[in-house]
């Protein structure tokens, strides 16, 4: 059986709690788990407003990215968010989640 809790999406939901934010989750080629992994964590409903999946990334565009620069971004992403020195893989991926995620959020 999958395991959906972890400590990240854990540190998300206190995070958001003690903000005062709520959020809402667009998802592509994670399918869903994303949503889940929030969702798995006691109390997150409090924070957690809804999501979507369109799982290809070039045809969702019309049902969830109706933003050309943005939708661009996910298929290449801008040099600013690609590995700088010293950084890791996993680190660059993501500072470029939440640069992207910065552009997105309402």
């Given at each position: 059986m999958?395991?959906?809790?972890?400590?990240?999406?854990?540190?998300?939901?206190?995070?958001?709690?003690?903000?005062?934010?709520?959020?809402?989750?667009?998802?592509s080629c994670c399918g869903g788990l994303i949503n889940a992994s929030i969702m798995a964590v006691p109390g997150s409903s409090a924070v957690y407003y809804g999501g979507s999946v369109a799982y290809n990334t070039r045809k969702s565009k019309p049902l969830l990215l109706n933003n050309d620069g943005l939708h661009h971004s996910l298929i290449d992403p801008p040099s600013s968010v690609l590995a700088v020195d010293n950084e890791t893989e996993a680190d660059a991926y993501v500072r470029s989640k939440m640069h992207w995620t910065s552009q997105t959020a309402v």
């Open positions: 999958v395991q959906l809790q972890s400590q990240a999406f854990q540190r998300l939901v206190k995070g958001l709690k003690d903000a005062g934010k709520r959020i809402a989750v667009v998802e």
